[in-house]
């Protein structure tokens, strides 16, 4: 889809490669509700909405700013983040980010998520019923391969250099991928295969995919680099936040503590407090506005020594402007689930999704050392970072 106003020839493409949705849910943006005049365009576009009753479908628009639309959009921005970290990790012409952002995309269908919905599947197996992350994960995006040429003559070698670019399901035979080949343009190839070791070391080989890159730098141009990755912005960037160390590696003294009597209204602890609260899937973070209050204005709940007896009830805001009514005990427990002793927000580790190695990371000739005559190797995980998913549906 070109433009917006493709999008009633996106829908109708849906509707033939994977069926007709019970409903569809957009964000009531113009070309959503736009209704067609019932007359035959020059463009072939109709109305989105009269394509949906035609197909026996219905609309749902969200309305502006709800979380549903906010989740939809985590997901779009880590896509776009992960063929970010692909272009610059493998060295890919800007000019390739179509395909880049389309490996990813498939990439985040085919693996697991903490969806209930999802029944154990990932959703590409709901949608289709096709399960094929291994054929996804064997090759990674720009990774060299060689694929058949039809139109090879003597003496062009048959089997030429590609990078592969990911799968594609409209052309060719089942598990099709698509091929950068040496003059820049890009083919479907579904005989294809990786380079075997010999080909990897062999220097004649090395010299020729070196000189393969440099035929393509000139015709797509140079690699996306790290520094032009930041200035596309925060949505295709992964943050890097600082790294740190403990102050003090003396072990902390057992200390007991003994939890004061919370007081019922006077010098209440939960209000202004900020707590992190899952909605539609994502965590979102919220302000304890005030108590919960009866129709005379008394304070609903009870207050207690032990958090988990704490009935008190509370109106916890978000940026958003909803509201949602959570009692002490639940507070108490999101805040200990996101702070550490000294009070700083935490993150909680979902999984690990990607990793990348700077100029500090061991080469071969540096992997071992001899000394007194005994060889062995360094352990070291100087100069590598890895890229891990937070619980909130972000990455770092």
């Known amino acids: ?121 990932v959703p590409e197996t709901m949608l289709s019923g096709d399960t094929y992350i291994s054929t996804i994960c064997q090759y990674g995006f720009y990774d060299w391969v060689k694929y058949r040429d039809p139109n090879a003559k003597y003496p062009d070698d048959e089997m030429p250099y590609g990078r592969y670019l990911g799968l594609i399901d409209d052309v060719g035979a089942a598990h099709s991928a698509k091929i950068l080949q040496k003059n820049g343009k890009v083919v479907v190839r579904s005989t294809f295969r990786g380079l075997e070791d010999k080909e990897v070391h062999d220097p004649v080989q090395i010299k020729a995919r070196e000189a393969w890159d440099e035929n393509v730098k000139g015709l797509l141009g140079a690699a996306l680099t790290e520094e032009e990755l930041k200035k596309l912005g925060s949505e295709w960037n992964t943050p890097v936040y600082e790294s740190y160390a403990d102050n003090s590696t003396e072990p902390l003294p057992d200390v007991v503590e003994e939890l004061p009597a919370t007081p019922d209204l006077a010098n209440d602890v939960y209000l202004g407090a900020h707590v992190s609260i899952p909605r539609g899937g994502v965590p979102s973070h919220g302000k304890v506005k005030r108590r919960v209050t009866d129709s005379d204005g008394n304070p609903l709940g009870r207050a207690s020594e032990l958090p988990t007896l704490d009935s008190r009830r509370y109106v916890v805001e978000f940026p958003d402007g909803d509201e949602m009514e959570l009692t002490a005990n639940v507070i108490a427990e999101r805040m200990c689930a996101s702070v550490d002793q000294v009070g700083n927000d935490l993150l909680l580790l979902d999984a690990f999704v990607d990793y990348r190695k700077t100029g500090d990371a061991l080469t071969l000739e540096d992997q071992f050392i001899s000394e007194n005559g005994v060889t062995y190797a360094r352990r070291s995980t100087i100069g590598w970072e890895i890229c891990v998913k937070w619980t909130n549906g972000s990455t770092s």
Do not use: C
């Open 1 to 121: 889809m070109r433009k917006e106003a493709h999008g009633p020839l996106a829908l109708e493409h849906l509707f033939k490669t994977v069926g007709v949705p019970d409903k569809v849910v957009g964000d009531d943006s113009q070309m959503q509700t736009r209704e067609s005049s019932g007359r035959r365009h020059i463009t072939h576009l109709d109305g989105f909405k009269r394509k949906l009753r035609e197909a026996g479908s219905s609309f749902q628009a969200l309305e502006g700013h709800s979380q549903w639309g906010n989740a939809a959009e985590t997901r779009v921005r880590e896509a776009k983040r992960r063929s970010g970290r692909m272009m610059a990790r493998a060295g890919v012409s800007p000019k390739l980010w179509d395909h880049a952002l389309e490996h990813s995309r498939r990439l985040e269908s085919a693996v697991a998520k903490d969806i209930y919905k999802l029944n154990g599947q």
